[in-house]
Structure formats: structure tokens, C-alpha cells
């Protein structure tokens, strides 16, 4: 009869352990997304510049004359003990322009123009109706140097990433970060951003498939993405130091008279 408990109780673990829980697997329901979701998934992405970007602005024409006012000699900023840059020097260090806390960036003959809040495009066709009265062949390309994005709480590598192009997702990141651990809270995860002085704090449920048409699926520069431990991690966490000793000891004691115990019982049976 045990034989047989035995056995049932293992058959059940297995059944169970086969389950996926509800509150693990990502995108629960994707096959029910309503129409109007499922066309927000397919929105055109637009990255914003903001305050403290360095953004890498390149100005060319098929007449280097006449857009050489608009471009300063090649050159870049260095740390101490590193190479000096020079023509050779990759695009990454060449005519990088700070953002400033007002917004603007001062550009060579232009002046200080204001920037903060535009897209890419949009600052590419203002430049070039100013550009374009004395330079009409002139093209303007326009990068975001320093896209950086972080992920903290429980993840497998919480870090600060650099990315190469502005356009990431969260999914992208947790990705980048060795996926969420499995005491993530996935219906807890929390997007904190810095809107050119406006703070921001975005839920993501990413057990929901609606994340997908959520307007800050693609993450802008200086991200900040917080992951919740779950009810299990939250519950362990409440232990303290002092707690742990505690329970160390009462171990200890309960082995050592268990141990006592046994040689009693077994010099009475002698």
C-alpha cells in the first residue's frame, strides 16, 4: 500500500512539474489580440532626441567646399593614456555635439539651435533648410552616440547597456540582460525614464500580450528598467542575518539531540 502512495505521489509531481504557470510564461493569450493591437505592434518606431545627448552630426556633398564651414576638423574626445584620434578614427568620435540642459546644441555657423524633443528627422530637415541656402547639395546625417539603457532587479545580468542603434524593446534588453530570472515577477516590471526633465513610470505586464502595442515597448536613451522579485523572492528576503543564525542554531541543537537521543536508546537496548 505505501508502495503504491509512493508511486501516485511521484506521478502527480511529474503531471504538475509538465505544467507551464501562469505567471511564468510570457505573452499568455497572443491569439486573442483585438485589431487595433495587433496594428499598434506595427507602428513605425521614431526616436526622440533629448537633454545630454551626444548626438554625431555629419554634414557631406559631392563639393566638399561648400560644406566645410559645417563641419569641424576630424577629431574626438580621449582619456587620459588613451591614442589620440585621428582621420582615421571611427565615425563614433567625430562631430559629437552635447545636448544641453536648454535643449540646444551649438553648431558651426548655425549656431545654437534647439533640438530636444525632435526626432532624428525632424532635426535633419530643419538643418537643411538652413544648410541648404548655401550648400543646396549638402546631406545631413544624424546619430545618437551615446543610447544607453539599463535593467536592474531580477535579471541574469543587470547592467547598463550601450546600443548601436536607437531602436530597442524591452524584450530586446532582457535579452541582452540573459533573460529574467525565475523569480521575476513578470506581471511587475517597470519602465523609469527622464523625458527631457519630466519623470516617467511605465507597468509592463509581460505575461500579457498587449505589451507589444504599448507605446513604450521601444525604450528611448537612459532608460532605466526594474524588474520585481516575486511573492516567493519577497517572502525570503523578509529573513534577516539574525534570522538565519537563528534557524542555524536551532538546527544544530535539534541534530545534536537527536544524536544524544540515539545513543541513549541504544545503551538502554544494551
Given at each position: 500500500m505505501k508502495r503504491i502512495f509512493f508511486f501516485g505521489f511521484i506521478i502527480i509531481l511529474l503531471t504538475d512539474s509538465c505544467r507551464t504557470p501562469k505567471d511564468i510564461a510570457y505573452f499568455q493569450g497572443i491569439e486573442n489580440l483585438s485589431e487595433e493591437q495587433r496594428e499598434a505592434?506595427?507602428?513605425?518606431?521614431?526616436p526622440i532626441?533629448?537633454?545630454?545627448?551626444?548626438?554625431?552630426?555629419?554634414?557631406t556633398s559631392p563639393d566638399r567646399a561648400t560644406t566645410a564651414q559645417f563641419s569641424p576638423p576630424p577629431y574626438g574626445y580621449f582619456m587620459p593614456g588613451e591614442a589620440e584620434i585621428g582621420i582615421a578614427a571611427t565615425t563614433?568620435?567625430?562631430f559629437t555635439y552635447l545636448v544641453d540642459e536648454n535643449g540646444e546644441i551649438n553648431f558651426p555657423v548655425l549656431g545654437r539651435?534647439?533640438?530636444?524633443?525632435?526626432?532624428?528627422?525632424?532635426?535633419?530637415?530643419?538643418?537643411?533648410?538652413?544648410?541648404?541656402?548655401?550648400a543646396?547639395?549638402?546631406?545631413?546625417?544624424?546619430?545618437?552616440?551615446n543610447f544607453k539603457v539599463g535593467i536592474i532587479g531580477e535579471v541574469k545580468t543587470p547592467d547598463i547597456y550601450t546600443i548601436k542603434t536607437p531602436r530597442v524593446s524591452i524584450l530586446d534588453l532582457i535579452s541582452m540582460a540573459g533573460d529574467l530570472t525565475i523569480l521575476a515577477d513578470r506581471k511587475n516590471v517597470w519602465i523609469h525614464r527622464d523625458n527631457n526633465g519630466e519623470k516617467i513610470h511605465v507597468h509592463m505586464d509581460l505575461t500579457d500580450p498587449?505589451?507589444?502595442?504599448?507605446?513604450?515597448?521601444?525604450?528611448?536613451?537612459n532608460d532605466m528598467v526594474y524588474v520585481h522579485p516575486n511573492k516567493a523572492q519577497s517572502?525570503?528576503?523578509?529573513?534577516?542575518?539574525?534570522?538565519?543564525?537563528?534557524?542555524?542554531?536551532?538546527?544544530?541543537?535539534?541534530?545534536?539531540?537527536?544524536?544524544?537521543?540515539?545513543i541513549i536508546f541504544n545503551l538502554t537496548g544494551n
Open positions: 505592434m506595427f507602428r513605425k518606431y521614431v532626441i533629448c537633454i545630454d545627448d551626444a548626438l554625431i552630426i555629419n554634414v563614433q568620435n567625430l539651435i534647439h533640438v530636444a524633443g525632435l526626432s532624428i528627422n525632424e532635426t535633419i530637415r530643419m538643418m537643411e533648410k538652413k544648410i541648404w541656402e548655401t543646396p547639395s549638402a546631406v545631413i546625417m544624424i546619430q545618437i552616440a498587449a505589451v507589444f502595442a504599448s507605446p513604450y515597448y521601444y525604450l528611448q536613451q517572502r525570503n528576503s523578509e529573513y534577516s542575518t539574525r534570522d538565519n543564525i537563528r534557524l542555524t542554531l536551532f538546527s544544530v541543537i535539534l541534530s545534536t539531540a537527536s544524536f544524544i537521543t540515539s
